[in-house]
């Protein structure tokens, strides 16, 4: 039965919110008194990204102890790892990483890596190729934000779960199986939210133009037209060309809002902006997104589905969509306490 609000049970909430207090406090779990009991140590991992870490988090469990290299705000394409980085990952019990070139810089230090012997995995690398998007300028390249799109990216939380189970901890694979079953039906929760305030959009306003094109899965999984000022990666940068052209399509759609991204500076979108007004055509800024990285640690918007549920709430009352504004569960922070 649906809540008055149209979106999950009241008691289904409560459900959230215990999983997302246990969340913060996986990290926390008194690990010694476990040991204390005769329990084994726990599995030391070493994620590159915080999307990446925190589905490795949600399967093990208290069974695992996790480090992300990158923390909020930190743009995973232009990322070079340092030397305490390297002896992490080489400590590490196993290294979970996203996978399809999004670590760029990183890549060879992931072969030499998984070379030396270290159970080292992409989390992308069981997903059906048919299924990627592979866009023209990106050289044949699939496009690596996956997790852009909550049902790819539960695939992916089946592919950690594999990894456990058959390699890493085969011992306690009912935990780690019962884990993901009860983290993808909150994927599918996640998924059925976005897809009911996204219809809400009027369809003319349902263009979604950012700083660079990290939304391609979310807009063909939302039926949404995605526009990015840069490529795919962030390495790239915008031209004077490309800026005149989505400022020519602000004007003509009337679309009312662009969006900034936490790992991106906003010097194009603002360009954009100033480019349309000089048409007669005001733009604001609807918000900012989590693109590359999560918001903070121990906040909502600091987990995977928070940083999901933060986007699309974001995006859906920007373009003149109907999204309660604490979200999914009542648990984002307003808007100017974001960057507290």
């Known amino acids: 039965m649906r809540s008055p609000t149209g979106y999950l049970p009241i008691g289904r909430r409560a459900i959230w919110r215990l999983a997302f207090a246990l969340t913060l406090l996986s990290g926390a779990i008194a690990t010694p008194s476990l040991r204390a009991q005769g329990e084994r140590e726990p599995i030391g991992v070493v994620a590159t990204t915080g999307m990446v870490a925190d589905i490795v988090q949600r399967v093990a469990g208290h069974r695992g102890r996790i480090r992300a290299l990158m923390g909020s705000g930190v743009d995973p394409h232009l990322y070079k790892l340092t030397r305490s980085d390297t002896a992490a990952m080489l400590g590490a019990d196993a290294v979970f990483y996203s996978g399809l070139h999004l670590e760029g810089k990183m890549t060879d230090a992931l072969e030499r890596i998984a070379g ?11 997903i059906d190729p048919a299924y990627l998007l592979v866009p023209e300028q990106f050289q044949g390249h699939p496009d690596p934000h996956v997790w852009m799109d909550p049902i790819a990216w539960s695939r992916c939380v089946g592919a950690v779960a594999d990894r456990f189970v058959g390699t890493l901890d085969p011992q306690d694979a009912r935990v780690y199986r019962d884990n993901c079953a009860a983290y993808q039906e909150q994927l599918a929760d996640l998924d059925r939210y976005i897809t009911t305030v996204i219809r809400t959009i009027p369809e003319d306003r349902r263009v979604l133009v950012t700083a660079h ?6 807009g063909r999984r939302y039926g949404m037209e995605v526009l990015g000022i840069q490529g795919i990666s962030t390495e790239s940068e915008a031209g004077v060309r490309e800026i005149e052209r989505l400022v020519d399509l602000l004007v003509e759609r009337q679309v009312p809002a662009v969006f900034v991204e936490t790992t991106v500076p906003d010097r194009s979108v603002r360009a954009l902006i100033a480019g349309a007004k000089a048409r007669g055509h005001d733009v604001v800024i609807g918000g900012s997104l989590f693109s590359d990285a999560m918001g903070s640690p121990g906040t909502y918007e600091g987990t995977y589905i928070g940083m999901l549920d933060h986007n699309a709430t974001t995006i859906t009352r920007a373009l003149g969509g109907k999204a309660p504004e604490r979200g999914m569960q009542e648990l984002l922070l307003p808007p100017h306490r974001l960057n507290e």
């Open 116 to 126: 030396s012997g270290k159970p080292t995995y992409a989390v992308t690398e069981e």
């Open 213 to 218: 094109d990290a939304f391609n899965y979310f």
